[in-house]
C-alpha cells in the first residue's frame, strides 16, 4: 500500500499550546495537502505544499515538508477549542491520485 | 447551499440489497471522486472519473460501481450490499483544468450501515 502515515494519532492538548502534527510517505511525490475533518462533516482543504518548497503559512497554520525525508509537519499556533478536528494528510506521486493518511485526532481542552 | 451535496446522509440496509449514492456538484468542476473512510484508515479511493465520458477503478473498487449522469452528477452504486461495505462514504471534486491535481471539495458524507 502507498497509503502514508500520520503520527500521534491522538494528540491532546491546552487551549493556547501548539499542536504538531507529521505525515510520512513512501514514495516521491508530486505535492502534499493537509485537511481538516470535523466530527461528521467532510473533509476540507487546508494547505497544499509543492515538492519544491520547504515551508508555508497560512494564518495560525505552518507546514514544512522534506523530500529526503519523506515527511511532512503541520504547526498549529495558538490552538483554540475550535481547532479540535481529525488532521489528515494527503500526498500526490506524479500522473497518481491523492493518497490519504490515517488521520491525526486533535482535541484542544478550554 | 453546499457546494457538494450527498443524498442520502444516513441510510441503513440488509446485506444483499442494492444501494445507490448520489453525489451532485454546483462548483463546476470536471473530476469527482467516491472514497470510503473506515476507523484508522483514512479515506480510500473507490472511482473517479476526469470527466462525463471517463470512468477509473479506485484502489478499492470490487463490490461497487459507478455512474457519471452528468458533469455535475456522479453515482456510486453497491450492486449486492455487504456488512464490510459498511462505512462513512464520502464525494469529492477538482478542477483539472491546469491538467494538474488541485484541492479536493468534499460533500458532508452518507453513513451506511448493511445489517
Known amino acids: 500500500s502507498q497509503q502514508g502515515e500520520e503520527d500521534p494519532q491522538a494528540l491532546s492538548i491546552q487551549e493556547g499550546e501548539n499542536a504538531t502534527m507529521n505525515c510520512s510517505y513512501k514514495?516521491?511525490?508530486?505535492?502534499l495537502q493537509w485537511y481538516r475533518q470535523n466530527s461528521g462533516r467532510g473533509l476540507v482543504h487546508l494547505i497544499l505544499?509543492?515538492?519544491?518548497?520547504r515551508e508555508k503559512h497560512s494564518g495560525r497554520l505552518r507546514v514544512t515538508l522534506d523530500t529526503s525525508k519523506k515527511s511532512s509537519s503541520l504547526l498549529i499556533t495558538a490552538s483554540r477549542a475550535a481547532d479540535t478536528a481529525s488532521y489528515f494528510c494527503?500526498?500526490?506521486?506524479?500522473?497518481?491520485?491523492?493518497?490519504f493518511g490515517p488521520g491525526t485526532r486533535l482535541s484542544v481542552l478550554p | 447551499d453546499a457546494d457538494v451535496t450527498q443524498t442520502p446522509r444516513n441510510r441503513i440496509t440488509k446485506t444483499g440489497k442494492r444501494i445507490m449514492l448520489e453525489c451532485s456538484q454546483t462548483?463546476?468542476?470536471?473530476?469527482m471522486y467516491w472514497y470510503r473512510q473506515d476507523p484508522g484508515l483514512g479515506l480510500r479511493l473507490i472511482y473517479y472519473?476526469?470527466?462525463?465520458?471517463?470512468?477509473n477503478k479506485g484502489e478499492i473498487s470490487d463490490g461497487y460501481s459507478v455512474s457519471r449522469q452528468a458533469q455535475a452528477k456522479f453515482s456510486l452504486s453497491l450492486e449486492s450490499a455487504i456488512p464490510n461495505q459498511t462505512a462513512l462514504y464520502f464525494c469529492?471534486?477538482?478542477?483539472?483544468?491546469?491538467?494538474?491535481?488541485?484541492?479536493?471539495?468534499f460533500g458532508d458524507g452518507t453513513r451506511l450501515s448493511i445489517l
Open positions: 469529492a471534486t477538482s478542477d483539472g483544468s491546469s491538467g494538474v491535481n488541485q484541492p479536493q471539495h
Open positions: 514514495t516521491s511525490i508530486n505535492n
Open positions: 505544499i509543492r515538492s519544491n518548497e
Open positions: 494527503a500526498h500526490e506521486s506524479y500522473g497518481q491520485n491523492f493518497v
Open positions: 462548483k463546476g468542476h470536471d473530476r
Open positions: 472519473s476526469f470527466d462525463v465520458k471517463d470512468i
